[in-house]
């Protein structure tokens, strides 16, 4: 079910691969469109695509030859004094990593005490105990060779 046709794609050919594959989709501002009014409405949507580029372009074109500069006029300098960016974002997704590990690591320690070893095992009874990823997602054997890799 999507809200709109061209929220999907504005790009018939995927519009005609996803009808291709078999799968099957409601718009929901038409419900009662077929395979045809379908493929009619994503033409119109990929010609709609093409003419907002052309727009796009033409807008800013015109903006330049005015002499108006385009983009931020401080580039990265103003995230780089603030100490914002990448590097602080890096750095706090790593601290909460981090501070998962150590809160699972103890979890873990119990599963193999109890003597489950294998990382499939391990993964299971994490699962089994609703403890959840640094993600909030399920355990895997990987997932749990990581966070070992992490300690």
């Known amino acids: 079910m999507i809200a709109k046709l061209d929220r999907l794609s504005r790009k018939l050919a995927f519009i005609a691969a996803l009808q ?12 009662e469109a077929n395979e045809t009014m379908i493929q009619f409405m994503a033409v119109i949507a990929q010609h ?6 052309a727009r796009t372009k033409a807008a ?8 108006q500069r385009l983009g931020n006029v401080n580039g990265a300098a103003a995230l780089r004094r603030a100490a914002k ?3 602080a974002a890096v750095d706090a997704i790593k601290a909460s990593a981090d501070r998962h590990t150590a809160n699972v ?13 294998t990382l ?4 299971r009874e994490l699962s089994a105990r609703g403890i959840l990823t640094a993600r909030g997602g ?9 966070l070992l890799a992490r300690s």
């Open 85 to 87: 960016g990448n590097v």
């Open 105 to 117: 690591l103890p979890v873990i320690e119990d599963i193999r005490a109890a003597g489950s070893g």
């Open 20 to 31: 291709d594959s078999g799968a099957k989709f409601v718009a929901a501002d038409m419900p």
């Open 120 to 123: 499939e095992g391990i993964a």
């Open 138 to 146: 399920q355990w895997y054997a990987t997932t749990v060779r990581n």
């Open 60 to 67: 800013l074109a015109a903006a330049k030859a005015r002499g």
């Open 48 to 53: 709609e695509r093409k003419m907002i580029s």
